[in-house]
């Protein structure tokens, strides 16, 4: 099992900057192909953000935050990041580390509990 600690979330202006971590701990990380997920206020979707490999060789992203946000992971540290650049209002979420077998497509077999981007336009 691996339980996922979430930190970096916070309140930005549009156009900003956030960086995103998820710690890991239990069974070996660098097994787990990681990813991001998100839930907008009042949304009942969660919604597949980015994910990244096992060696983190390959990444995939939703459409809406390519060019914008960055994906990737330290094995060494066992963390996971997502740099998020040009914030939009719409990024707005709780954002959800996740880890999985696979990086495509990645579903989720183990969560964090979240942490809360606020953007303000």
């Known amino acids: 099992q691996v339980q996922l600690v979430e930190s970096g979330g916070g309140l930005v202006q549009a156009g900003g900057s956030l960086r995103l971590s998820c710690a890991a701990s239990?069974?070996?990380?660098?097994?787990?192909?990681m990813g991001w997920f998100r839930q907008a206020p009042g949304k009942d979707v969660r919604e597949f953000v980015a994910s990244i490999s096992r060696s983190g060789g390959r990444t995939y992203y939703r459409d809406s935050v390519k060019g914008r946000f960055t994906i990737s992971r330290d094995n060494a540290k066992n963390t996971v990041y997502l740099q998020m650049n040009s914030l939009k209002p719409e990024d707005t979420a709780v954002y959800y580390c996740?880890?999985?077998?696979?990086?495509?497509?990645?579903?989720?077999?183990?969560w964090g509990k979240g942490t809360l981007v606020t953007v303000s336009s």
């Open positions: 239990g069974r070996t990380f660098s097994s787990y192909a």
């Open positions: 996740g880890a999985d077998h696979t990086y495509y497509p990645f579903r989720g077999e183990y």
